[in-house]
Nanobody
Framework: VQLQAFGGGLVQAGGSLRLSCDVF????????VGWVRQAPGMGREEISC????????YYVGSMKGRFTISRDNVKNTVYLQIHSLKPEDTAVYYC??????????????????WGQGTLVTVSS
């Protein structure tokens, strides 16, 4: 399985961004997918996951409100919409997936497969 994240870039604080992640090698009904980020010099921080059907989502407490996860099971793509960006959102954002997990049941940072990440830089 391969995950390819894109959509990052340089944005001003207060702006919005939508990250995308294409999944190759698995059809959508076989995996739960999520997002994790890692800021420079920091550890990995879980954001959110979404169930196979897309009907159920889970957000880590501090991520509720400004982040919205969604998926298009026809395109085999998952999205992360980020609103009201802050400089502290600067990080590499990784899409991750797991074939055996339940969204909200397994820690997202332990999902099996990771993409290469896309860098988001927020200027003040």
């Amino acid at each position: 399985v391969q995950l390819q994240a894109f959509g990052g870039g340089l944005v001003q604080a207060g702006g919005s961004l939508r990250l995308s992640c294409d999944v190759f090698g698995l059809t959508s009904e076989h995996y739960v997918v999520g997002w994790v980020r890692q800021a420079p010099g920091m550890g990995r921080e879980e954001i959110s996951c979404i169930s196979k059907s897309g009907l159920n989502t889970y957000y880590v407490g501090s991520m509720k409100g400004r982040f919205t996860i969604s998926r298009d099971n026809v395109k085999n793509t998952v999205y992360l919409q980020i609103h009201s960006l802050k400089p502290e959102d600067t990080a590499v954002y990784y899409c991750v997936l797991d074939t055996g997990a339940i969204c909200g049941g397994k820690a997202i940072r332990f999902f099996d497969s990771w993409g290469q990440g896309t860098l988001v830089t927020v200027s003040s």
